[in-house]
């Protein structure tokens, strides 16, 4: 099995755990709770910052004296927008499930921990769509670069059944600005229904890298670097949650040249 794909550890508690240590870079973090009701995830973001999005159910969230209160309403990360939770460094969080919940914790560096807490609600994230024909995508901002944060860009994709996403493939991994930025990225992968399956490529132009990869669900993706085109089969949509952060909190992409001309179409 390749190095970029996570698989998740079991069906309770904490399922999915990358750190930047696991995945051999130097930024970005995630972790994936699944939760029943009464039960809770707590953290301290020491020096980094968080966003914690709640894939689906319900939950009451607290960050230091802050208190949320019940946010959640999807069941389904198909089924609506997120309620999301800012958590600035040196804070600490918890999250109390009401009812059955998934809840991803998206991290990254820390730079001025000046940013207070904040609810990020469906009212609060911007909604578009991407692409045409069988590259049309759905996509919900819920931290772009718009927003206030240090580090995090927070982004979900739907891409409907038999379509491709991420894709003509482009990369972000070469500090190159205004061209181009430098930005890890995860892939937080869902299936609808949850015994389809998808497919993700992870290469380099010079395939000094070049891992394909069965995409099923809840499994999670690393992209350290190199161009990351998904695409999922007739029948079954897929649903991502990206995490990027790099040393500049811009997303600026490289098309791969010998498929740009599929923008002009």
Same mark, same amino acid.
């Given at each position: 099995?390749?190095?970029?794909?996570?698989?998740?550890?079991?069906?309770?508690?904490?399922?999915?755990?990358?750190?930047?240590?696991? !995945? &051999?870079?130097?930024?970005?973090?995630?972790?994936?709770?699944?939760?029943?009701?009464?039960?809770? !995830?707590?953290?301290?973001?020491?020096?980094?910052?968080?966003?914690?999005?709640?894939?689906?159910?319900?939950?009451?969230?607290?960050?230091?004296? *802050?208190?949320?209160?019940?946010?959640?309403?999807?069941?389904?990360?198909?089924? &609506?927008?997120?309620?999301?939770? %800012?958590?600035?460094?040196?804070?600490?969080?918890?999250?109390?499930?009401?009812?059955? *919940?998934?809840? !991803?914790?998206?991290?990254?560096?820390?730079?001025?921990?000046?940013?207070?807490?904040?609810?990020?609600?469906?009212?609060? *994230?911007?909604?578009?769509?991407?692409?045409?024909?069988?590259?049309?995508?759905?996509?919900?901002?819920?931290?772009?670069?718009?927003?206030?944060?240090?580090?995090?860009?927070?982004?979900?994709?739907?891409?409907?059944?038999?379509?491709?996403?991420?894709?003509?493939?482009?990369?972000?991994?070469?500090?190159?600005?205004?061209?181009?930025?430098?930005?890890?990225?995860?892939?937080?992968?869902?299936?609808?229904?949850?015994?389809?399956?998808?497919?993700?490529?992870? %290469?380099?132009?010079?395939?000094?890298?070049?891992?394909?990869?069965?995409?099923?669900?809840? *499994?999670?993706?690393?992209?350290?670097?190199? %161009?990351?085109?998904?695409?999922?089969?007739?029948? %079954?949509?897929?649903?991502?949650?990206?995490?990027?952060?790099?040393?500049?909190?811009?997303?600026?992409?490289?098309?791969?040249?010998?498929?740009?001309?599929?923008?002009?179409?």
């Amino acid at each position: 099995m390749t190095d970029l794909l996570v698989k998740p550890a079991g069906s309770h508690g904490r399922t999915i755990h990358v750190t930047p240590q696991s !995945a &051999g870079w130097s930024h970005v973090g995630f972790d994936l709770y699944q939760l029943q009701p009464g039960e809770i !995830a707590e953290g301290n973001t020491g020096d980094r910052e968080v966003c914690l999005v709640l894939i689906s159910g319900k939950a009451r969230a607290i960050v230091e004296d *802050v208190d949320f209160g019940i946010i959640g309403k999807r069941m389904s990360p198909f089924d &609506g927008k997120p309620y999301s939770v %800012y958590v600035p460094s040196e804070h600490d969080w918890i999250v109390t499930a009401t009812t059955e *919940v998934t809840l !991803a914790v998206c991290s990254a560096p820390a730079t001025t921990g000046e940013l207070p807490p904040r609810l990020i609600g469906p009212d609060h *994230v911007g909604q578009e769509t991407r692409g045409a024909g069988t590259n049309l995508r759905h996509v919900t901002n819920i931290l772009p670069e718009s927003e206030p944060a240090d580090s995090l860009l927070v982004v979900e994709v739907i891409t409907p059944g038999g379509h491709t996403s991420s894709y003509p493939p482009h990369k972000h991994d070469t500090d190159n600005l205004p061209a181009e930025s430098l930005l890890e990225e995860t892939y937080y992968h869902r299936i609808e229904p949850p015994q389809g399956f998808a497919f993700q490529r992870v %290469y380099t132009d010079d395939r000094s890298l070049d891992e394909t990869m069965l995409i099923e669900d809840g *499994v999670v993706a690393l992209v350290p670097r190199g %161009y990351h085109p998904c695409a999922t089969i007739h029948g %079954y949509d897929l649903y991502y949650l990206n995490v990027m952060a790099g040393p500049k909190r811009t997303w600026r992409f490289h098309n791969a040249p010998e498929h740009e001309w599929l923008l002009k179409k």
